[in-house]
């Protein structure tokens, strides 16, 4: 299989119950690694060259699976059934009113109390593909519906981590899958973002009310903080989003729902370290680690502060499920669900 980064597989110990975790390990010719374990099909590590071939870990994470096991603001995890907040926790579907666990204030975030990112994951790898599988039970977090989920993850030798998501299900249900990873490409701990530059291909946003739930227009970024259709350096942006809070917003990178798109760029001018974002999803939700609560002590025991990660999260609109206006996220039985994203990984020209 010349030519494909195929995983090797080895322990990352147990969980509290027992169940032994399995870490996957990519490595490709230009000596990047990606490592995902069976837990919450979580990406721990993520390791790339810079310009001087200096090789960094861009990842935020923990050491061992104690940390992941325990309440984290979902590093490197995939988020589901929905990713994002549901106002309330309520929605009404085909005539019926549900009520979700309620996680983060009055709403429910990134698939409730046991989200996705907290489930073992069957694995096997297929040529150069991980593949991670899970069943929701129906009513798992009380949603309807047995829900199938495939998550395929693909390292290539051009530095493309992509990831597949299928699913399919036996009742009508919303769902919104995404990956949370949080990247420094300074290298992860670094204290801050201020020399990263962020060019986001998006003319609208989601503007959110007080309970961080979407109005329900598109607002257009043009004259606001959020207009990055230019690259821009955070260290110059930060301050004036939000007060200084920075960003945790959704942009309307689609009206191209389906096809793989380059949506965002995230680049580190020091190192020359980059990361292309593609996808076939019309929202990314870029959140600049605003809400990292204070004391959380990641790889190698260093503290992970506020304003010094950004997730790229490829997704539908938070609460869509409420918003008909939105691009719809409820899939029923007999159809696909299915959304592509890859991080791409390089230079700097
Ligand atoms: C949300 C933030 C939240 C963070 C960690 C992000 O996807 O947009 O509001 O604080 O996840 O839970």
């Known amino acids: 299989m010349a030519g494909l980064v195929v995983p090797t ?5 147990r969980l509290q119950d027992g169940t032994e975790i399995s870490r996957f390990t990519f490595q490709n010719k230009n000596k990047v690694t990606v490592r995902i374990i069976n837990y919450g099909g979580i990406i721990t590590d993520i390791l790339v060259p810079d310009k001087n071939g200096e090789i960094k870990d861009i990842n935020l994470g923990f050491d061992n699976i104690k940390g992941y096991e325990a309440r984290h603001p979902y590093f490197g995890a995939i988020c589901g059934r929905v990713a994002n907040r549901i106002a309330g926790g309520k929605f009404t579907l085909d005539g019926k009113e549900y009520q979700l666990p309620v996680n983060n204030g009055q709403n429910h975030l990134h698939g409730g109390v046991k989200g996705f990112d907290k489930v073992v994951w069957e694995a096997r790898v297929d040529d150069d593909t991980l593949v991670l599988r899970y069943v929701s039970p129906d009513g798992e977090e009380q949603y309807p519906g047995e829900l199938t989920t495939e998550v395929r993850y693909r390292l290539t030798n051009d530095n493309e981590l992509s990831i597949d998501y299928t699913a399919t299900t036996t009742k009508a249900t919303p769902i919104n899958l995404t990956n949370h990873s949080y990247f420094n490409l300074a290298g992860q701990g670094y204290p801050n973002l201020d020399d990263h530059v962020i060019w986001i291909d998006a003319f609208t946003y989601t503007p959110l009310d007080e309970n961080n739930i979407p ?27 939000r007060n200084g809070k920075g960003y945790d917003t959704n942009f309307c990178v689609g009206g191209r729902t389906g096809n793989l798109t380059r949506v965002a760029s995230l680049a580190h001018t020091p190192s020359g370290r980059k990361i292309d974002v593609f996808t076939t999803e019309p929202g990314l939700q870029c959140y600049t680690g605003c809400n990292m609560a204070a004391g959380v002590f990641g790889k190698g025991g260093v503290e992970y502060r506020k304003l010094a990660s950004v997730c790229l999260e490829t997704q539908h609109y938070a609460n869509s499920v409420n918003q008909p206006n939105f691009p719809s996220t409820i899939l029923r039985p007999g159809q696909s669900y299915r959304h592509t994203t890859v991080y791409k990984f390089g230079l700097t020209s």
């Open 9 to 13: 597989r080895d322990s990352f110990g």
């Open 215 to 241: 109005t329900g227009t598109l607002a257009p970024v043009s004259g606001t903080p959020f207009d990055l259709r230019n690259p821009t350096r955070l260290g110059d942006r930060l301050k004036s989003v």
